[in-house]
């Protein structure tokens, strides 16, 4: 196992727990029955992109095409198709970031059972939509707090007021059993085209339920398969928790990954995930951000932010050798269209091709326009300019936003500010202001 980043935790610690039964390799075929009629069976489609890049084999598991455009619908199916009459009777609850609640939302309608589902406010309002639309009468959508762990506290306090059935997002046997069917697939899917199972298997992590469903089944029927768990880089809790030996609550979270932002993961994810060989990285919301574009633009491919989790992972994160046979889930396609302009923005500020800067301008007619002809370089571009204030007669700072056409063209418009006669201060990921700029 390699960890590449752990982030700061919260310092309580939690009161041990008992052992955990572990889910099998049968389980998950079990649970692959279960679903055969009710799951898309998602492509398995090459990806000329990425196979020409890593001069490989790389194939992406299509689950945003999934009924729910994520594979998220396997495990909330497989959980409630599990209850008795009793149990239904009583309806489920669940809290969830957006995905887990469209494939609750589904199985609730297809089964006929009464659900009420917690988001929090950072939900995208096209998740919503699509819950309330997949859900039909059958199922209630609450908003409530600013993360998931805020939503979660809210769904276990009605589970245990009304005796409704918690359904997790990624905590439970059965959930995990329902998302490991992806593999399953993706082997079959191989073996129907005269192919072994993959070398490297890559797998978005937020908490954990489909990378341990994916090891639960794949480590004991295809051993030699090279899983990487890919979690978003201010989200890591999966590799937090692998650090200290059990779940723990990271301190900071970056919620952009939405699908994927989960401040603790599962006793049971944990659990599964520690008993298997497994590689984790983490990989940077810029970076994340890059590679959405890159799908949308070349591939056709809408993904959210946690969809595009894996396939951002190959942009150096994950080891591939040449000719190796690759599979990459894109996990999700509820993208809020509205997000994009912070995506490109992200995506920009990540390449180094988006630099913020305070430039003292003097207050004297023609100022702005020598900064134009005397900085600014044949193809760089103005994207943002506003005076902060006036702090004298003489001098007026003013925040200034330049594009450039490649990073490699930083030094030369910071050799051309340092010789203009205004004075500047480059804005940097560590200063306060720089977070109201993303």
């Given at each position: 196992m390699s960890i590449d980043a752990v982030p700061s935790l919260e310092s309580a610690r939690e009161p041990e727990r008992e052992p955990i039964a572990l889910p099998t390799a049968a389980d998950v075929e079990d649970a692959a029955a279960r679903l055969a009629k009710v799951v898309t069976r998602t492509p398995l489609a090459t990806n000329s992109r990425w196979s020409a890049e890593l001069d490989a084999h790389v194939r992406v598991k299509r689950e945003d095409l999934q009924a729910v455009r994520s594979y998220k619908l396997r495990g909330a199916y497989n959980l409630v198709a599990q209850l008795d009459a009793e149990q239904r009777g009583h309806g489920v609850v669940t809290a969830s970031a957006g995905?887990?609640?469209?494939?609750?939302?589904?199985?609730?309608?297809?089964?006929?059972?009464?659900?009420?589902?917690?988001?929090?406010?950072?939900?995208?309002?096209?998740?919503?939509?699509?819950?309330?639309?997949?859900?039909?009468e059958f199922v209630e959508t609450i908003v409530l707090g600013d993360t998931y762990d805020d939503a979660a506290a809210a769904a276990a306090q009605d589970a245990a007021r009304t005796g409704a059935t918690m359904v997790p997002a990624f905590d439970d046997v059965r959930t995990v059993c329902g998302q490991g069917t992806v593999a399953v697939e993706v082997v079959e899917q191989l073996a129907a085209l005269g192919e072994i199972p993959p070398d490297v298997l890559v797998v978005p992590v937020g908490g954990g339920g489909l990378l341990a469903g994916v090891l639960t089944w794949v480590r004991e029927r295809h051993p030699h398969v090279r899983v990487v768990g890919v979690e978003p880089a201010g989200a890591s809790s999966m590799a937090a928790a692998l650090a200290a030996g059990r779940p723990v609550r990271l301190g900071d979270l970056d919620t952009f990954v939405d699908g994927a932002s989960v401040r603790r993961v599962g006793d049971v994810t944990h659990a599964v995930v520690e008993q298997h060989p497994v590689e984790l990285v983490a990989v940077p919301e810029g970076a994340i951000c890059v590679e959405m574009l890159a799908m949308y633009?070349?591939?056709?491919?809408?993904?959210?932010?946690?969809?595009?989790?894996?396939?951002?992972a190959l942009a150096g994160y994950v080891r591939v050798e040449p000719g190796q046979s690759v599979v990459a889930i894109v996990s999700g396609g509820n993208n809020d269209i509205s997000r994009y302009a912070e995506i490109i923005e992200r995506a920009l500020v990540h390449e180094g091709r988006k630099h913020y800067f305070l430039v003292e301008f003097p207050q004297e007619p023609g100022a702005l326009r020598r900064f134009l002809d005397e900085v600014l370089g044949p193809d760089d571009d103005i994207t943002l300019f506003e005076y902060v204030k006036r702090s004298n007669r003489e001098f007026g700072p003013a925040l200034v936003g330049i594009e450039i056409p490649t990073k490699e063209d930083l030094p030369g418009l910071l050799a051309r500010m340092d010789a203009a006669p205004p004075t500047f201060d480059k804005i940097t990921a560590d200063d306060p202001l720089y977070r109201y700029l993303l």
């Open positions: 995905n887990h609640a469209q494939g609750l939302a589904y199985a609730c309608a297809a089964l006929r059972v009464r659900g009420r589902i917690y988001v929090p406010r950072t939900t995208p309002r096209q998740k919503r939509d699509r819950i309330a639309a997949l859900g039909q633009q070349t591939d056709g491919i809408i993904a959210e932010p946690a969809g595009a989790l894996a396939t951002a």
